[in-house]
Structure formats: C-alpha cells, structure tokens
Nanobody, 124 residues
C-alpha cells in the first residue's frame, strides 16, 4: 500500500516556476515507479511525467518536455516535479501517482495509487 500527498501548488505568473512535491508513505517507496498527471475541468486526466524506481529513467509528455523535470529522493520518500517557463495552459490540478512497473508513456489506468491533487494556476 502507498499513500500519496502532493504539495507546492499555487498561483504563478507566466514564465515563472513552481516545484511540486509528493510525499509517499510505505516502506517500499523505492520500489515504485512514480508519475505526475494533470487535469482540467471537463477534460481527461493527462500524463505529464514519470520516473522509474532508481530515478535513472524518465519520460515526459511533449507539451512539457524541456520545461519540467521529474526527480525523486528515495531517502525522503518524495518525488518532485520542477516546473519552469510555466504557461497559462499548464493550469490544472496536478496529481501524483504510483505503480510497480515503469513504462515510458503510461496511461492513467496503469497507476493504482493516487494523491488528492494540488492546484496550479498560471496567470497570463
């Protein structure tokens, strides 16, 4: 079992930066692949980034590639999403998710554990 709690969301101007954190409970955090997804009202939850258990493999949606960086600290049971050069279209609720196996472009259905989400709003 894994419990996830996101933090770090907020309001930022276009071009600014935010760092999201996801704290996980459970002794086996270092075994899990982690992901970030986002969702706006009326739309499907979409993949943003994912990282394997060691942090050596990562993958990003094309829309955030080069601007966002996913990382993890297994000693702190925490995964991060550093978001730079933010755009108004990045506005969404961001969710952290966990799964046992890693793949480059996972779908929402691949993840069995989810946090409650944190709101990110980018003003123009």
């Amino acid at each position: 079992q894994v419990q996830l709690e996101e933090s770090g969301g907020g309001l930022v101007q276009a071009g600014g930066s935010l760092r999201l954190s996801c704290a996980a409970s459970g002794r086996t955090f270092s075994s899990w692949a982690m992901g970030w997804f986002r969702q706006v009202p009326g739309k499907e939850r979409e993949f943003v980034a994912t990282i394997n258990w060691s942090g050596k493999s990562t993958s990003y949606a094309d829309s955030v590639k080069g601007r966002f960086t996913i990382s993890r600290d297994n000693a702190k049971n925490t995964v991060y999403l550093q978001m730079n050069s933010l755009k108004p279209e990045d506005t969404a609720v961001y969710y952290c998710a966990a799964r046992y196996y890693y793949s480059d472009y996972p779908s929402r259905a691949d993840f069995g554990y989810w946090g409650q989400g944190t709101q990110v709003t980018v003003s123009s």
